[in-house]
């Protein structure tokens, strides 16, 4: 079917929707990966207060779903870069998307506050997962 990416995909919510007023983490819990195609992380900002605040992503694989245990993912099994799909405190209402090839059983995303943010920084992460087969379950399971 033309135009139909809805059925080919599985939405997971990575980081919910949350306000960072400091300089905590933001972390994915692990997302199982094994039976999907290819998975593809959004992350959605809204306004960032802050006047110089910038942020850096790292993507985390591991064989199991402590979170705790994951290791970062080599370049080689990213799709894009972490740097592209890190941003700053000029980065008002945009998205960046990272994506994985690698084999591991379990991925989850890292999102820290390289320079201190002390203002409202709005963001969620997304996780587009490809199944193996179409159509997807709607709403995802």
């Known amino acids: 079917m033309k135009r139909d990416l809805m059925n080919n995909i599985h939405p997971v919510v990575a980081i919910a929707p949350f306000v960072a007023t400091d300089g905590t983490a933001a972390v994915s819990a692990a997302i199982d990966v094994r039976h999907y195609k290819s998975v593809t992380?959004?992350?959605a900002l809204g306004?960032?207060?802050d006047a110089d605040a910038t942020w850096a992503v790292t993507v985390k694989e591991g064989s199991n779903s402590t979170q705790g245990e994951h290791t970062?993912?080599?370049?080689k099994d990213l799709i894009g870069t972490e740097a592209l799909a890190g941003f700053t405190f000029g980065d008002d209402g945009e998205c960046r998307k990272i994506g994985y090839k690698g084999?591991?059983?379990?991925?989850?995303?890292?999102?820290?506050?390289?320079?201190?943010?002390?203002?409202?920084?709005?963001?969620?992460?997304i996780a587009i997962l490809e199944p193996y087969e179409a159509p997807a379950s709607n709403p995802p399971a």
């Open 41 to 43: 992380f959004i992350i």
């Open 47 to 49: 306004t960032l207060a």
């Open 72 to 75: 970062a993912v080599a370049d």
């Open 103 to 125: 084999s591991a059983d379990y991925v989850s995303i890292e999102i820290d506050d390289v320079t201190a943010n002390s203002g409202n920084a709005p963001m969620c992460v």
